[in-house]
Structure formats: C-alpha cells, structure tokens
C-alpha cells in the first residue's frame, strides 16, 4: 500500500472549516483513500474514504486531486469535540485486507 | 447498544502472567480484528479473523493466540507477559475481509509491571 505524508499537528478555530491535507504521491490506480480519526483514549472512528471522485457525508467532505496524489479531508464547522489525531490511510482493494495507520495529524480545535 | 465491546477496559498485572481480553461484535460482521498501540501512539495490526479463520498474522510473538469461538468473538489470550506488551489494545471488525469501514472498540489498556 501506498504511503502517505500528513502534518504532524494542525490548530483550528470553533466554528470554522478545517482542512487537513495529506500527500499520497505514489498511490496507484486500485487504492482507495481512506481518513479514519482517534478522539483520546477511544478507539479509531471511520469517516470517510474516496476512489477518485471527491466524497461527502454527514462528517466530512473529501477533495482528491486530479491526479490521486493528494487529498484534503475538510471538517465544515469545526468543533472542540473534533479534537483528535486524523489518519489517512491508502490502501488497495482485495479480500485480505489490512489498514496501515501511519503517525496522523493532531488536529486541535480552540474556542 | 456497543457494536464492538471489549473487557476489561484496563488489565494491571505483573511480568510473567497469563491474561485474555475478550472481545465481542454485535454487528453481524464476518471479520475481526486485533491492534495494538504502543507508547508512541502507533497503531498496527497484530491478527484478521475471517468466519472464525485466522487469515493475518503480523509477526506477532507466539506467546500471543488469538481465538474465535464463532464470527461474533475474537478473544486475545497473552502468555508469559512481559514489559514491553504494555499498550492499548483494540478490537474491531468489519462486514467482510475487504470491507470499507473498520469498528473498533474502546480498546483495553494493558499494563505489565
């Protein structure tokens, strides 16, 4: 599976858009982006993954760029309970599968 | 109701001692999963089970055997414990050996003293 590259930590204010980026620059044409995020001291929570087609749901939106070797998972309005360490993971298809989590990005939210 | 449910939430013991954790899905969900996440805060696999079979296994020591009684159960049992199997450990699962989303538990704090 391909490797990615996130910041190490991001800040961000209550109530606004945040943007967390993530390189994947030698991601092939069958692995899917994946963005999973871990609150302190709870398990990892899934939010959302993408093909090539930029993703929406009720937690996030994810942008891919053109060129797969780039996204940016955006959290709209974020708040204080989105504090957390943001993974994005690639990984390909197939039926024995296993997700990589790297060092993610801590993203801090403040009032 | 908790979809992936784990115990104990924190096991204190000492080096040398045998000790599970148990872990139980309600979901429906055909694999399981265990992780670990040391001091550093990196989380890796350590074992896959698909309907009851063993499928990943990352190098992880035999003093560790996971075992499935059925699809809904994925137990880790330790033996021997030594210091440097303190970590979080988390279970999880997902509908099929390449699904989408992974659930995972509230994770079980393991301290070896």
């Known amino acids: 599976d391909a490797k990615t590259t996130q910041p190490t930590s991001m800040d961000c204010a209550e109530g606004r858009a945040a943007n967390l980026p993530c390189n994947h620059s030698?991601?092939?044409?069958?692995?899917?982006v994946y963005w999973y995020r871990q609150i302190h001291s709870q398990g990892p929570q899934y939010i959302i993954h993408g093909l090539k087609n930029n993703e929406t749901n009720e937690m996030a939106s994810l942008i891919i760029t053109e060129d797969r070797k780039s996204s940016t998972l955006i959290l709209p309005h974020a708040t204080l309970r989105d504090t957390a360490v943001y993974y994005c993971?690639?990984?390909?298809?197939?039926?024995?599968?296993?997700?990589?989590f790297g060092k993610g990005t801590l993203l801090t939210v403040n009032p | 109701d908790t979809a992936v449910s784990q115990t104990p939430k924190y096991l204190v013991t000492q080096m040398g001692n045998d000790k599970s954790i148990k872990c139980e899905q309600n979901?429906?969900?055909?694999?399981m999963y265990w992780y670990k996440q040391d001091s550093k805060k990196f989380l890796k696999i350590m074992f896959s089970?698909?309907?009851?079979?063993?499928?990943i296994n990352e190098t992880v020591p035999n003093r560790f055997s996971p075992k499935s009684p059925d699809k809904a159960h994925l137990n880790l049992h330790i033996n021997s414990l030594e210091l440097g199997d303190s970590a979080v450990y988390f279970c999880?699962?997902?509908?099929?050996?390449?699904?989408?989303?992974?659930?995972f538990g509230s994770g079980t704090q393991l301290s070896v003293l």
């Open positions: 030698t991601i092939s044409g069958n692995e899917y």
């Open positions: 999880a699962s997902s509908p099929q050996g390449g699904g989408e989303k992974l659930f």
């Open positions: 979901l429906g969900h055909d694999t």
């Open positions: 089970y698909n309907n009851k079979e063993l499928i």
């Open positions: 993971i690639v990984r390909s298809g197939g039926s024995n599968y296993k997700l990589t």
